[in-house]
């Protein structure tokens, strides 16, 4: 079953904007990642935050994680027209469902030049 | 990188045949993998865990006996969808979880992905 929510469900902004996706959950996580998904293709990996973190960056991204309000959010500065792609994140359990990831239902990101 | 492949990239067959999935780590083993299946605009589902040397994990609702899955190797899974019908037409993607116990990265690395049509 889906455990993410993800809003926006789309977002369209100009090149140079910022762009934040939110993901919302509802079972304690052992770590919860961002991928991005060109139309058509593979998952490409983002980052990885881990439940005992509360931000991390990667370059022009900023991941905030928020374990009391089952919550996180994924920052894309400066969007560039390339940065144009669904959007997903992903919770992981641990215990028995160690390394299972749980989807989000994903933002779609539409930069324009 | 880890490098994730999946043969085909797409692959058409008729109503009843059986199609096999190939995923393959290149660059570095997996005991663990992951199939996947996405409908258009739709997030992944996740439907099995499929472990090096032992039975795959199965998803509530997902059909063992309609989707054989087989992990060989570490480097190796397979997922055939036997008996194929249109209703199975998607976009199946596998993933990779480098060997190495817990203590190792949780990462997973996703293939490209294989589009399947079932006339």
């Known amino acids: 079953s889906q455990q993410g929510e993800e809003d926006p469900q789309a977002l369209s902004i100009q090149e140079g904007e910022n762009a934040t996706m939110n993901c919302s959950y509802k079972?304690?996580?052992?770590?919860l990642q961002w991928y991005r998904q060109n139309s058509g293709r593979g998952l490409v990996h983002l980052i990885l935050?881990?439940?005992?973190?509360r931000e991390k960056h990667s370059g022009r991204l900023r991941v905030t994680l928020d374990t009391s309000k089952k919550s996180s959010s994924l920052l894309i500065t400066a969007s560039r027209a390339a940065d144009t792609a669904s959007y997903f994140c992903?919770?992981?359990?641990?215990?028995?469902?160690?390394?299972?990831?749980?989807f989000g239902q994903g933002t779609i990101l539409t930069v324009h030049p | 990188g880890a490098v994730v492949s999946q043969h085909p990239s797409w692959v058409i067959c008729k109503s009843g045949t059986s199609v096999k999935i190939e995923c393959r780590s290149l660059?570095?083993?997996?005991?663990?993998m992951f199939w996947y299946r996405q409908f258009p605009k739709q997030s992944l589902m996740l439907m099995a865990t499929?472990?090096?040397?032992?039975?795959?994990?199965?998803e509530q609702g997902v059909e063992k006996d309609k989707f054989l899955i087989n992990h060989a190797s570490l480097t190796l899974s397979t997922l055939t969808v036997t008996s194929a019908h249109p209703e199975d037409s998607s976009f199946y993607i596998c993933?990779?979880?480098?060997?190495?116990?817990?203590?190792?990265?949780?990462?997973?690395?996703f293939g490209p992905g294989t589009r399947l049509t079932v006339l």
């Open positions: 079972t304690s996580i052992n770590n």
């Open positions: 935050i881990r439940s005992n973190e």
């Open positions: 499929s472990n090096e040397g032992s039975k795959a994990t199965y």
């Open positions: 992903a919770t992981a359990a641990g215990g028995t469902s160690y390394g299972k990831l749980t």
């Open positions: 993933s990779a979880r480098l060997a190495g116990g817990r203590g190792s990265t949780d990462t997973q690395y």
């Open positions: 660059d570095f083993q997996a005991t663990t």
